[in-house]
């Protein structure tokens, strides 16, 4: 059987917080995999969109990439989805051809509604076949509906109305192999003992025995062999209430079948685990390892509806999320679950932080420019393609975002390069489009603290110390005063919910190149930043602009003085 397990996603992500650059870039790249053999890359994002963001896919006409926050490999994500199942009143014979046919040893008992009632597997089909008691009546006596008996055995019905439905009788089993005298005189037992009307009588060609069988009002007749019965005694079946079967297969045979009659209800085991879709893999290999249980039905965590089913030998060496990261490297900076997932490439602009691992050899681009979006069209050149508009605006946007317009102090000459390509197939002029980019929302002045703190924020490790910090680019610095208590309570709180030893928030004037450098967590460490100092937690940074080559380099050297 074909496999109908989804096959899980590659994503194109950048960092947490994401600003202009990351989404950007990672639109471009993934654009530039599905025209270079990856047709299934998709640009996702592990943030919010930034207004500025929006604004560009606005102009670009290029839909919001989809929120992602966490790419491990989960239940509802690997599980086998076309399932094969049986329901409540299947019967044996049914479950056992549905296993058989599919190569399957264990399948949930689901009913029309998907609800799962049980799991079935090979070993408890016996039960219905071979009975734990072997003394006395109880080895033959079944648990059956009559209309399962003559569906399964294919009969035809001449006497008395067989009842339809799934409603299960307590059927005793008597084989009429025996002498003429011995069925009957087992039939007026019966009927002295008040249970003549339980009794299948099963029998061949054998008008006697069909006779006592009827004549004594036991609950069936099934005639075996392709025998037929006298149309007296058909009559006769009718009226005593005698539901009379005529069936092909022998005796032998039909009284197999009529166990194969029973349905899989009776012996499901219906104490089971089911796990939610979104649950992680790398948990259910944990939780579900010491339990006797080899299949797992898989909900879906609202609907509780059965999507699927996963087996323990899924959970060995599952399939992982595929991902390509651009403009970071680091697992702190990473979508979560990035350790669990399969990295197949990184795109990047900022240091090395050693902590990215993979099984297998991945492409890996690191260089010093101003923004990761120009290594993505750098990407495009090389490969002699030619982004669409839309693409082209959008890296054009990474570019202009992360160099303020090529003045920054991390614009390269490829920077210039690429923006000067983008830029004509985009249509736009970039001195223009700056200005309309940096003039859409304060944060400062409209956003939350929480939305100011983490619009841009990266988290970095450095000497063993935990350091984040946030960025925020604005047209003039008139609007943080009326903000700077309680940013400095948000990056308290970011400190202590989080034990960063140093946390801070540049408030960048983008036309002027001028920062305020807010900072909070150890004294030590907020002491010793190399900025003119106005009180015991803010500074003064004129023509500091860049996080990766002003601001990050500074809080190291005030760490190490530190320390």
Known sequence: MESSRRRLPFYVLGHKNPDTDAICSAIGHAALLRATGEPEALAARCGETPPRTAWVLAQAEIPEPPLVTDVRASAGMICERDLVQVLPNDTFISAYRKMLASGVRCVPVIDAGGKVHGMLRYL?????LVPGDTDGIQVRTVSVALEKIAAT????????ALPQGDDEEELVLLVGASSQATVERRLKSAAREGNVNRYLVICGDRPVVQHYAIESGARALLVTGGNGVEPQLRDLARKRGVVVLLA???TASASTLVRCSRTVRHVMETKFVSVPANEPVSRLRKSLASLDQDLFPVHDPISKATIGVISKSDLIDPPRTRIALVDHNEYAQAVTGVEEAEIVEVVDHHRLAGDLVSREPIRFLNEPVGSTSTLVARKFLHRMLEPDRGT???LCAGIISDTLC???????DLDHEMLGWLSKIAHINPVQFKEEFFAVGSLLATGSVEAILNADRKEFDDEGVRITIAQVEELGLQAFEPRRAELEEGLRQLVKANGYEIAVLAVTDIAEHHSLVLAAGDPRMVA?????????SLYDAPGVVSRKKQIFPAVCQAIRQAL
């Open 392 to 394: 082209a605006l959008c």
């Open 248 to 250: 092909a297969q022998d």
């Open 528 to 536: 010793g930043l190399p900025f003119a100092r106005l009180d015991e």
């Open 406 to 412: 090529l003045t920054s102090p991390t614009t390269t």
């Open 153 to 160: 055995l294919q009969a035809e019905s001449v006497g008395a």
């Open 124 to 128: 408890d089909l016996l039960e219905l």
